[in-house]
Nanobody
Framework: VQLQASGGGSVQAGGSLKLSCVASGRTASSYYMGWFRQAPGKAREFVGS????????DYADSVKGRFTISRDNAKNTTYLQMNSLKPEDTAVYYCAGSNFQGLDRNYYYTEDVYDYWGQGTQVTVSS
């Protein structure tokens, strides 16, 4: 499967962006999906995740209440709606898909369970 992320750009603090991640090669509903980000000089970190049918979502504390993950399996697309953006949200954002069938959603906070990665899309937030 291939993942293609898009929608990044430059915005001012307080603005919004919506990222998309299109999966090709297999039915998107087969994958638990996550979003990660990597700021310059920092390790990649978990942003959020969404279950196969979209019923369950989880978020990092740093984005909770500002970011929303959703998915449209009919379109093989996962979204990351980012509101109230802050300069510290500046990073390359990656979508990822996992084949892992874990019962504990905490598993999906870690990169290791993800099998497929998109190429990343840059988000820059200016103050």
């Amino acid at each position: 499967v291939q993942l293609q992320a898009s929608g990044g750009g430059s915005v001012q603090a307080g603005g919004s962006l919506k990222l998309s991640c299109v999966a090709s090669g297999r039915t998107a509903s087969s994958y638990y999906m996550g979003w990660f980000r990597q700021a310059p000089g920092k390790a990649r970190e978990f942003v959020g995740s969404i279950s196969w049918g979209g019923r369950s979502t989880d978020y990092a504390d740093s984005v909770k209440g500002r970011f929303t993950i959703s998915r449209d399996n009919a379109k093989n697309t996962t979204y990351l709606q980012m509101n109230s953006l802050k300069p510290e949200d500046t990073a390359v954002y990656y979508c990822a898909g996992s084949n892992f069938q874990g019962l504990d959603r905490n598993y999906y906070y870690t990169e290791d369970v993800y099998d497929y990665w998109g190429q990343g899309t840059q988000v820059t937030v200016s103050s």
